[in-house]
């Protein structure tokens, strides 16, 4: 995987015949106590190797747009004007940064119901962001986020409820946990794998070192971890990459074993 140009709020990759973009919609501050040990209780201490922003965790908000020049899916949308606003929601300009038409976007594929990944389909004036959007893809269990600004686009949601092909090189794989209908997409290029896991990793600094520690906010924390523990595994494999929502953005990188747990290679820097 090749990074190919970058920007404020992009970075665009070669992935073989596909092409990938990092979008930036920005960043939350959430306080460490969302961390939770294995018998769900917050962490008594925060290793050294976690940065605060104040007394906060700092978590990077991302989404990602796959095309092979023809097809495309946008996997995950932002907040929009919902939640957190200013520090997020700039998911629109990242697109319009990286030369992406809004009205080339046919499928949307969500990995969960939470604000800061189902929002932007929705721009903040109230007007439907992608007005050519055919499909919205999103694990059987979280449909139930279709409602209020959402409803409009209930008739165009595809529920998903077992693995399945989305189109010639994307997957959806449902990895319950975070929510009920938490799902992760598996593309593959000519040359190799890049795994979009949603929030299987809040705070990448702690968990790939410490994968048993979990997120207040997991719906149910012991299937997050062991969801967490199979997908690390899988991504040490050769040619395979992961894309991650909440990874320093670009938040596209290399996984391999490390100690009792895992290291993170980035290919890019951070942005923004």
């Not at 949308?77 to 940064?97: C, K, Q, R, Y």
């Not at 529920?159 to 209908?181: K, L, Q």
């Amino acid at each position: 995987m090749r990074l190919t140009s970058s920007g404020r709020h992009h970075a665009t990759f070669e992935f073989g015949d596909l092409q990938v973009t990092s979008l930036r919609d920005g960043y939350i501050d959430m306080p460490p106590t969302r961390l939770r040990d294995e018998d769900g209780c917050a962490l008594d201490e925060l290793p050294a190797a976690v940065p605060l922003a104040g007394d906060n965790l700092r978590l990077s908000v991302n989404a990602f747009f796959v095309t092979d020049g023809t097809r495309s899916v946008l996997i995950d949308t932002g907040a929009s004007n919902v939640w957190h606003d200013p520090t997020m929601g700039l998911i629109h300009d990242a697109l319009d940064e990286a030369g992406i038409d809004r009205a080339q976007v046919t499928d949307v594929a969500i990995t969960h119901k939470h604000e800061d990944h189902v929002s932007g389909l929705v721009a903040p004036d109230g007007s439907e962001a992608f007005t050519n959007l055919e499909r919205v893809w999103i694990g059987a269990g979280d449909t139930s986020v279709f409602t209020g600004r959402l409803e409009p686009l209930r008739d165009r949601v595809v529920p998903v409820s077992e693995e399945v092909a989305i189109n010639d090189w994307t997957t959806a794989i449902p990895t319950p946990g975070h929510t009920p209908g938490h799902t992760v997409y598996l593309v593959r290029s000519a040359t190799g794998h890049l795994l979009a896991w949603g929030d299987t990793v809040h705070v990448p600094t702690l968990q790939f070192d410490r994968p048993n520690v979990s997120w207040e906010l997991d719906g149910n924390q012991s299937q997050a971890r062991a969801a967490r523990a199979a997908l690390l595994e899988r991504l040490t494999q050769p040619h395979h990459f992961v894309a991650g929502a909440h990874l320093d953005s670009p938040g596209i990188a290399r996984v391999a074993p490390s100690g009792d747990g895992y290291a993170l290679e980035y290919l890019a820097p951070p942005i923004g």
